[in-house]
């Protein structure tokens, strides 16, 4: 056990002392921090190049109506600030009218396209002539080879559904305030449930923070990916490096080769959590600093913890497995392509698991081991969490896995570290685990 504390605390100290984990440390935040500053500084970096749209009205009513709102929009909408501190911050628009004439032979639709390929239109839009009669399904076709921009799209669209809903209402003879009152929505707020204390006081129920609600489990669920992503990879390279340089064969002659897998997944282990503790420090810091650190449960702390030494402990080993049976780069790439596979599957199978934490599919894959440490925290994390069998399931599936996965991969490092020459396979690895 001895042997197996000394390599683990050497290639523990190697790591936290480097200057690659320094520098990860130190950047992650400045990364973080950074991108905030950058969106902040390019705030102000806007193409305010006037956009042109060509409006084909073939109602005839509604030209006017976009010419005024476009103008009113123009003078008042795209501006911040008053006086000498006024500057634009959006783009102008400029809409012009286009008729059809009788004698023309080429489809309007491609002369248009023309023209906003040439540069002179931004776009073009069709307004169908029975856009005011309901039973019509009449809409209004926008046209554009920049997509990504939304904002003239919304606008047309939010202009002209203003002057329907205006028309129809002088149509159904009803007063504006009174379509007003029928179109104001009544919000619903998110609250908790009430607690019943045990000296029979009742605690009024909490709004919900949706922020809190989905940002805890899923910052959660990423940093347990980015830990393990950090760490088991590293040891992959660290254990195929030595083998490489012949450093393995010299230090099984004073060492057994489980122990030395195992003193470097306890020494990468905690490389792990040391990370993380030092995350997790900052995010506790944080939300002290904006008063809802009582929103997240201190057990959720100890419960990420956990997970995250489970997590890595099945990764880490068999990351290290493959390592040791690979004498090439190349061999040991091929060999961790269906393990990433494992590493990824929680992160493909959030989105359902955020809708419906208790659903038949979110018990199934929070209880398969290699996502269960992800995603049984990720769950416990959305209220109002797993019932406690499965955790208490959750917890022996994954710790009895974890062992599983140390125990063979101890197999298949004793057998592997020593071997040269060979391209290993899945097959030889199951041959190497079951080997006496």
Request: aromatic share 8%; proline share 1%.
């Given at each position: 056990m001895n042997k197996v504390l000394v390599v683990a605390r050497t290639e523990y100290l190697i790591a936290i002392t480097s200057k690659a984990f320094i520098l990860g440390v130190v950047m992650m935040p400045i990364f973080m921090g950074g991108a905030i500053v950058v969106q902040y500084l390019t705030r102000d970096q806007v193409d305010l190049s006037p956009r042109r749209i060509a409006i084909v009205d073939q109602t005839d009513r509604m030209f006017d109506t976009l010419e005024q709102r476009c103008q009113t929009r123009n003078e008042n909408e795209i501006y911040e600030g008053e006086g000498t501190e006024r500057k634009?911050?959006?783009?102008?628009?400029?809409?012009?009218?286009?008729?059809?004439?009788?004698?023309?032979?080429?489809?309007?639709?491609?002369?248009?396209?023309?023209?906003?390929?040439?540069?002179?239109?931004?776009?073009?839009?069709?307004?169908?002539?029975?856009?005011?009669?309901?039973?019509?399904?009449?809409?209004?076709?926008?046209?554009?080879?920049?997509?990504?921009?939304?904002?003239?799209?919304?606008?047309?669209?939010?202009?002209?559904?203003?002057?329907?809903?205006?028309?129809?209402?002088?149509?159904?003879?009803?007063s504006p305030e009174s379509v007003a009152a029928l179109s104001q929505r009544t919000p619903v707020r998110q609250f908790g449930l009430v607690e019943l204390r045990n000296n029979g006081e009742v605690k009024d129920a909490q709004e919900e923070s949706e922020l809190l609600t989905f940002a805890v489990p899923f910052a959660g669920l990423m940093l347990m990916f980015m830990m393990v992503m950090s760490v088991a990879p590293a040891m992959l390279n660290n254990v195929l490096e030595e083998k490489m340089q012949k450093i393995s064969e010299f230090l099984v002659s004073s060492i057994t080769p489980f122990q030395l897998m195992l003193g470097k997944l306890v020494g990468a282990v905690g490389i792990g959590l040391t990370l993380s503790a030092i995350y997790l420090g900052a995010a506790y810091g944080l939300a002290n600093y904006f008063e809802v650190s009582d929103r997240v449960p201190v057990t959720l702390y100890a419960w990420f913890v956990f997970f995250l030494f489970i997590a890595l402990v099945i990764f880490g080993s068999i990351f290290s497995a493959i390592g040791a049976a690979c004498s090439e780069i190349r061999d040991a790439q091929s060999l961790m392509t269906p393990i990433m596979l494992l590493v990824i599957i929680p992160m493909m199978c959030i989105a359902p698991i955020f809708d419906s934490p208790s659903s038949f599919f979110s018990r199934a894959i929070s209880l398969f081991p290699p996502a269960t440490p992800m995603l049984m925290f990720a769950r416990i994390a959305i209220p109002p969490g797993p019932a406690t069998w499965e955790i208490i399931l959750a917890v022996v599936l994954s710790a009895t896995f974890a062992a599983g996965c140390v125990w063979a991969a101890g197999k298949v490092f004793r057998i592997g570290i020593l071997s040269q020459g060979q391209s290993p396979t899945f097959a030889k690895l199951l041959g190497w685990i079951f080997a006496k």
């Open positions: 634009q911050v959006q783009a102008a628009f400029e809409v012009e009218r286009v008729q059809r004439q009788s004698e023309e032979t080429e489809r309007l639709d491609v002369e248009l396209t023309r023209r906003v390929k040439d540069g002179e239109l931004f776009a073009y839009a069709i307004i169908e002539k029975d856009i005011f009669d309901a039973t019509k399904g009449a809409v209004v076709r926008y046209h554009s080879q920049t997509p990504s921009y939304r904002t003239l799209a919304n606008w047309l669209g939010r202009v002209v559904n203003d002057e329907v809903k205006r028309l129809r209402t002088e149509q159904l003879g009803l």
